[in-house]
């Protein structure tokens, strides 16, 4: 039809038709006829679709015009997996790549065209996602100016109500990370990484959690993301919550093995905030579960020693900052323990005050970020806490901006949390209402 409504012309027509029969069936036969078919006529068939996309206006249409090109891209795959033929996959990849690279550069430019990642038809987005993922796959050089609308498009979709986004969002992630450029992009958008973590949160698709942490685990060979995606992001409570409650085994796997390069990347950075996390409960409890993987069990081994060899040294405070680092706060005793701020106030106040600027920078953000009572009550708590304990402290408080975090906590919706914002605002205003 689009041939005799002159929206193609019929060399074009006739190419197309030749390849969709090349592959009618779906059998090994046909996938191989279909494999030579685009050996010998790829880049034509390449050339006829992109030539007939821009002409194309209905959904229709370019839904299929799209599904011809992702037949395209991936017509190897049987092929690879079948052992008794590699030595035909390899002569003939050679040939595949190159119209790979002919779609890729004219695809790019139909899609930031016609910006179809963006339309509302979900399957021309998605597929057209998928197609742009393959390619880039490949041709590691293209521009980094696609690779912002890559990560935007991908940031608003993974945290998606549709799953279907989600899912197709987080299965091409892994794939474009694998590109070392990319991921650099990815890491200096905090924006993004905190988009991965947001849509962690409360997802329960087993699949989509996998994808995410890989993702994040990939993330983690760049230093500065290991140094920063739990001190910015509060990435281990979401992850504990995943790995306590899931029985799957990649996605043990794939958070244990985030674990560890959080560990082995910066250590520093991450060690105090995995324990206070209570990880090495989590590590202890698995280390009683038979797994099949041997990554897992290693993993579970490493762990287990790094994170108890610290945990043995630590005095009280020491784990109270751990906890804190691992923004998953709970009433644990330090919080409740006057004689422990009595004991301890001083110490937030040591090396010309950084340990209480650090302190306090955590309480704010989980203050700014976090959703649960219980962890914005105990922080709401320690606040409090500290100025009641150290009153010279009340004036760094409001200078570092926690007195008016906490105050927008007195209308909490809540009635834990505007308890303990109301409690932690008295302490902080006893000196005022004294000096009056």
Avoid at 75 to 92: G, H, P
Avoid at 110 to 117: A, D, K
Avoid at 232 to 241: A, G, K, N, R
Wanted: hydrophobic share 40%.
């Amino acid at each position: 039809g689009y041939s005799k409504a002159n929206i193609i012309s019929d060399n074009e027509a006739n190419m197309l038709n030749n390849y969709e029969k090349s592959k009618m069936k779906d059998d090994f036969l046909t996938s191989v006829k279909s494999m030579y078919f685009c050996v010998q006529n790829g880049k034509d068939v390449a050339f006829s679709l992109l030539a007939v996309l821009p002409k194309l206006k209905d959904d229709e249409g370019i839904q299929y015009a799209l599904t011809l090109i992702d037949d395209l891209i991936p017509s190897k795959r049987l092929l690879f997996e079948r052992e008794n033929i590699n030595n035909i996959y390899y002569k003939v990849n050679h040939r595949i790549l190159y119209y790979r690279f002919v779609l890729y550069e004219s695809i790019t430019i139909y899609l930031e065209q016609f910006r179809m990642m963006k339309k509302e038809d979900v399957f021309i987005s998605l597929k057209a996602a998928t197609i742009f993922t393959s390619l880039a796959s490949i041709d590691h050089s293209f521009p980094e100016s696609e690779f912002e609308s890559i990560i935007e498009w991908i940031a608003q979709n993974i945290t998606s109500d549709d799953k279907e986004r989600v899912m197709i969002a987080s299965q091409i992630l892994p794939s474009l990370l694998r590109i070392e450029e990319f991921k650099i992009t990815c890491s200096k958008n905090s924006k993004f990484m905190s988009s991965l973590v947001k849509a962690l949160k409360g997802e329960s698709n087993p699949q989509i959690q996998y994808q995410i942490i890989v993702s994040l685990w990939m993330l983690t060979f760049v230093e500065e993301i290991a140094q920063t995606l739990q001190s910015e992001h509060q990435v281990l409570p979401v992850l504990i919550d995943i790995i306590k409650g899931t029985v799957k085994e990649k996605v043990i796997r794939a958070t244990l093995s985030l674990f560890r390069n959080m560990l082995e990347k910066a250590k520093a950075e991450n060690m105090h905030a995995l324990i206070g996390a209570k990880t090495l409960s989590v590590i202890e409890t698995l280390a009683g579960r038979k797994f099949t993987d041997e990554d897992i069990t290693n993993d579970i081994k490493f762990l287990g020693e790094e994170l108890r060899n610290v945990f043995n040294t630590l005095s009280s405070f020491d784990e109270y900052v751990s906890e804190l680092r691992s923004g998953k706060l709970e009433w644990s005793p330090p919080h409740q323990s006057e004689l422990f701020w009595k004991q301890n106030v001083i110490k937030f106040n040591e090396k010309d005050f950084e340990v209480l600027n650090n302190w306090s920078r955590i309480l704010i953000r989980i203050l700014a970020t976090s959703e649960d009572p219980t962890v914005l009550s105990v922080a709401c708590n320690d606040i409090g806490n500290y100025a009641k304990f150290y009153p010279n402290g009340r004036r760094y408080l409001q200078e570092l901006g926690a007195k008016q975090k906490v105050m927008k906590l007195m209308s909490h919706e809540n009635s834990e949390v505007k308890y303990h914002a109301l409690m932690s605002v008295q302490n902080l205003m006893t000196n005022v209402w004294n000096n009056q």
